[in-house]
């Protein structure tokens, strides 16, 4: 199969807050008061959070399914610690990013505990989220000047 491009486009509408398009929807990115925005949506670092909790939601259905695995349930926790004098300049000791991510599942099935662990394998390794937290992604940047 050949490869599938995604893209957004994002408007800057305050300092704190951008509009994103992503095929027909419309997101709002923004931080809450205490970073400077207005609170009107999940920031970008929640964002990050969200499409990995997304994506493992899509992978453990698929690769359950694949494996005649019922999941009655799913619930996915994430979290992480990031350190906020690197984000506005304060330090350089530590990275602006997340440190850590830690997930919690919490999984109604009917499979046991040994197909659970395979069932994680599997996903850890397809799931294209986790594969861009876990390894270098190259990132190109072009500016153009209106």
Partial sequence: MSDAKF???GVSET???MKVQARNFELTVDEPPALGGDDQGANPVEYVLAGLVGCLNVMYH???REMDIEIKRLEINAEGPINLDKLFG???DDRPGYKSIQLTLN???NA???QIEALRTAVETRCPVSDN???LT???TRINLL
Wanted: aromatic residues 0%.
């Fill in 7 to 9: 893209s957004v486009v």
């Fill in 15 to 17: 300092a704190a807050r």
């Fill in 62 to 64: 698929l690769i359950a």
């Fill in 90 to 92: 304060k330090s350089t």
């Fill in 107 to 109: 999984i109604e099935t």
């Fill in 112 to 114: 046991s505990a040994d």
């Fill in 133 to 135: 937290l876990l390894n």
């Fill in 138 to 140: 190259p990132v190109e």
